[in-house]
């Protein structure tokens, strides 16, 4: 089956079970997507926010909700998360301007404006500006951030990866 052979028949919003009332805060791992989405769509929001410091990255709240929260980060050239993570709280990233590099233990991954990566609580990741130009990201955890514990780098990641410091 392919694409193309999927028709609907009659008006899809006639059917009563896919019209759900629109929620006023996200609460699926969709929804904060598409919130970061929306929000990465209206530079109004966010756009007077960004501040790129080359002595440390610059930290926004942007908005919070029940349970969750989003903040706005911006990323001089070579500045870099550590290797972290979440505690308990899930998130979505968002690159909104340049380009990011996530590296975990399988490898890395290089991020570009209007990218996304979902995760779970435990994920371990470090993120980095590894571009030339400035970035900007957003950062949407659910519940709220409370907790981000440093991990030291393996020390197979650490011989080949430069810059990256083991504890």
Known sequence: MSDSDLQ?????????????????????????????????ADRSQWQHLVRHDAASRRYHRLRTGPGYEAWLLSWA?????????????SGVLTVLEGTLT????????VLGAGA?????????????????TPAV????????????????????EARHQPGLVTA
């Open 8 to 40: 609907i028949a009659g008006d899809i919003l006639e059917v009563p079970h896919l019209l759900q009332p629109p929620r006023e805060h996200p609460a699926t791992v969709a929804e904060f997507a598409g919130l970061a989405r929306s929000v990465a």
């Open 77 to 89: 050239p070579g500045q870099g998360s550590g290797l972290h993570d979440h505690g308990r709280s």
């Open 102 to 109: 996530e590296r975990t233990q399988s490898g890395k991954r």
């Open 116 to 132: 996304q990566r979902v995760f779970a609580p435990g994920y371990v990741h470090r993120v980095v500006n590894e571009a030339l």
């Open 137 to 156: 990201s957003l950062h949407v955890y659910h519940p709220g951030l409370i907790e981000m514990p440093a991990h030291a780098a393996p020390h197979c």
